[in-house]
């Protein structure tokens, strides 16, 4: 999953692609390069970030999502806690739901349902202004669990179909370092919930915390953590550098597959 945020306030790129020209040119980029899926967020869910309005979030995503539809033979997934964007993100060609909010903002629950498209829930304690202020668990991974648990549930009671749920357990919304890692170390406790895991560690500050890296310099520390979600569990990785991370997957399975090659 290719990473296309249209903003001006991301924590990695933005600004970078806010031009509708420069989006539409790094989406053939990164489709070339071998991603399967293009995640195409308009509003930043960086700690301390700003809430954007309906009309503005709209304006940055739709077009763009018909662009990629109309280019390109991938899947589209619209990263949203909005209903009115998930609706017409799914009219423009989005195949996916991607929300931080894990569908509890008013009317996205519904609104899942009634597009039927696959969800990605994930978890964040708090909101993005806040989350990272004093994060706290008993146990990182049993309480996140806990929360899957609880609004798996919950979608399928309100009609979401069990085999469109996937789960992100939202490395860096409401973390510490050592709650990032020990989420990684026991990424593999999360296959008892039976859906697919998408993991998206790229250029995060849990890389650049621990190595002292900045975001342009944190390439190497999100490809051991994308190599060790892929080797414990992770079906989906939402990152930046799509060539390198094809190539490492490309190492991967020729090393579990050795005797066709």
Known sequence: MGILNVTPDS?????????????????DEMVAQGAGIIDIGGESTRPGAADVDLDEELSRVISLIEYIAGHHDVWISIDTSKA????????????????????????????????QVPVCLMHMQGQPRTMQDAPEYADVVNDIKTFFKQ??????TAGLKPENVLIDPGFGFGKTLSHNYELLNRLR???SLGVPLLIGLSRKSMMGNLLNRDVSSRLAGSLAGAMLAAQNGAQILRVHDVAETVDLLRVLDATANFDRL
């Open 11 to 27: 924590f990695s790129d933005g600004g970078e692609y806010s031009s509708f020209e420069l989006a539409c040119r790094h989406a």
């Open 84 to 115: 009115e964007v998930m609706r017409q993100a799914v009219e423009a060609g989005a195949h996916l739901i991607n929300d931080v909010r894990a569908l509890q903002e008013p009317g996205a629950l519904e609104m899942a349902v009634s597009l």
């Open 151 to 156: 609004r798996i549930e919950a979608c399928c």
């Open 189 to 191: 406790e999360f296959e």
